[in-house]
T-cell receptor
Framework: SQTIHQWPATLVQPVGSPLSLECTVE??????LYWYRQAAGRGLQLLFY??????ISSEVPQNLSASRPQDRQFILSSKKLLLSDSGFYLC????????????FGNGTRLTVT | AQSVTQPDIHITVSEGASLELRCNYS??????LFWYVQSPGQGLQLLLK??????LVQGIKGFEAEFKRSQSSFNLRKPSVHWSDAAEYFC????????????FGTGTRLTIIP
């Protein structure tokens, strides 16, 4: 069966520090991968998605970047964190097939201080 | 562009009572619609989905939702809630990019009282 892993689960970082959040998927090949952010009191916002290795699409201009170095690995990064980067970050994968939903990881709670 | 509105930020119901969570969407074509549930500190779990066909969709944990095109709604219902249903619920609509590039509503937090 397919599983999705995100780490770390919780992270506290000072303003101006770098960030790297990792997401890996097991049990499937060539998944579509997604990074969503959930800010306090708000819904989920799609940040990035990827349909293949090295292929990244950004949905909103921001202080973050994403990379997909391997088929089932998706990384969210920042060179210098801002206070506004605080939030709950969720990775998700999908097959891209009709009638197939997104599957989410357990998320990373990021607090920028 | 598509959008989703969940007009109720927070709902409180008694255990055993019926539940309806509202969702209205805006999308130019036939929508792909989803309800997800998020327990505290956890990721999202799919409750149910609508792609086509029967407008009353059954999901997990005893939930159902009804697609009403004339009202642009996809409300989630459960006849009798359990304390374990306390969570945040998100409605989402899929775009032309397959059915995965989802636009989510802001969520409804459900509290269950004894």
């Amino acid at each position: 069966s397919q599983t999705i892993h995100q780490w770390p689960a919780t992270l506290v970082q000072p303003v101006g520090s770098p960030l790297s959040l990792e997401c890996t998927v097991e049990g499937t090949s060539n998944p579509n991968l997604y990074w969503y952010r959930q800010a306090a009191g708000r819904g989920l916002q799609l940040l990035f998605y990827s349909v293949g290795i090295g292929q990244i699409s950004s949905e909103v201009p921001q202080n973050l970047s994403a990379s997909r170095p391997q088929d089932r690995q998706f990384i969210l990064s920042s060179k210098k964190l801002l206070l506004s980067d605080s939030g709950f970050y969720l990775c998700a994968w999908g097959t891209g097939e009709y009638n197939s939903p997104l599957h989410f990881g357990n998320g990373t709670r990021l607090t920028v201080t | 562009a598509q959008s989703v509105t969940q007009p109720d930020i927070h709902i409180t119901v008694s255990e055993g009572a019926s539940l309806e969570l509202r969702c209205n969407y805006s999308y130019g074509a036939t929508p792909y619609l989803f309800w997800y549930v998020q327990s505290p500190g956890q990721g999202l779990q799919l409750l149910l989905k609508y792609f086509s066909g029967d407008t009353l969709v059954q999901g997990i944990k005893g939930f159902e939702a009804e697609f009403k095109r004339s009202q642009s709604s996809f409300n989630l219902r459960k006849p009798s809630v359990h304390w374990s249903d306390a969570a945040e619920y998100f409605c989402a609509v899929g775009s032309n990019f397959g059915n995965e590039k989802l636009t989510f509503g802001t969520g409804t937090r459900l509290t269950i009282i004894p």
